[in-house]
C-alpha cells in the first residue's frame, strides 16, 4: 500500500483476528508497527521474530496502559501517524441480564479505550503534520440486533465519536473513520458458536445475512482498515465504512 512506507502505526487487539491481520499487512507495507494487546502471550507468540514490530502488553480499558502504548511508540520512533482502535469484546446477554459489570467492561473496552487512545496520539500527530485514525466498529452500529445492548451503544457510540472527531481533528489534517464489519471469521465468531447448539445451522443463519454469501475474513477488514490510513483515503474522513458484504442492507 503506497505512503505508509515508514509511517509509525499502533494496533490495538493486535494479538489475534483482525487486530493481527492489520497488524501483519501493515508490516508488509513497510510500516513500522507498535502492537498492543492485553493478551501478551498471544501476542508475543503471533509476533516472535517478525521485523519491525513492538509488542507491549496493554489493558485497553484502562487509561494508563493506553497512554503507555502511545508513550512507547514515541519513545521508539519519535511520532505516531497511524492509529487503529481495533480492541474489542463482545458480550451477549438480553437487557434484563445486562449487569452493571458487563456494561462497564463492554463500554470501557470497546469505547473508552478508543477514546484514550486517540487522545493519547493527537498531540503527537498535530506536532507532525497529521495523521490517521481508523475505529474497528460493527454494523452493530448501524443496524440492530438481539441482546447486544452494551455492544451496540459502544459501537454506535464509537461512530459518533469518529464523526466528532472527524470535525474537530480536520484542521490538523488528522483523518478519523470507521469501520463497520458484519460477521467476521475470527476466533471471536468461533466462541460465539462454539456456545450454541447447532454450529452448522448458526453457521448458515449468519452467512444468509450477508448478500454476497460469506462472512468476512479478517483479511477482508485489514485491508479496508490499510486503505483508509493510506493516502489514498487522503479525502476521506468522517465515514463509517460498512464491510459487510451487504448486510447493512436489510437482508
Known sequence: MEG???KVAIVTGAAMGIGARTAELLLQAKADVVAGDISYGALEERFSGVGSVLTHRADVRRRV???ALASAAIELHGRVDILIN???VTV???LSGTTDEIWDDVLQTNLASAFYMARAVVPTMRTHGGGAIVNIASINAIRGNLELTAYGASKGGMTGMTRVMAMEL???NIRVNALCPGTVDTPMNDQYLASVDDQEATMGVLVAKHPLGRIASAEDVAWAAL???SERASFITGVSLPVDGGRHLGR
Open 170 to 172: 480536520a484542521p490538523d
Open 65 to 67: 496502559d493506553c497512554d
Open 4 to 6: 505508509l512506507s515508514g
Open 92 to 94: 451477549r446477554a438480553p
Open 86 to 88: 481495533n480492541a474489542g
Open 227 to 229: 486503505f483508509l490510513a
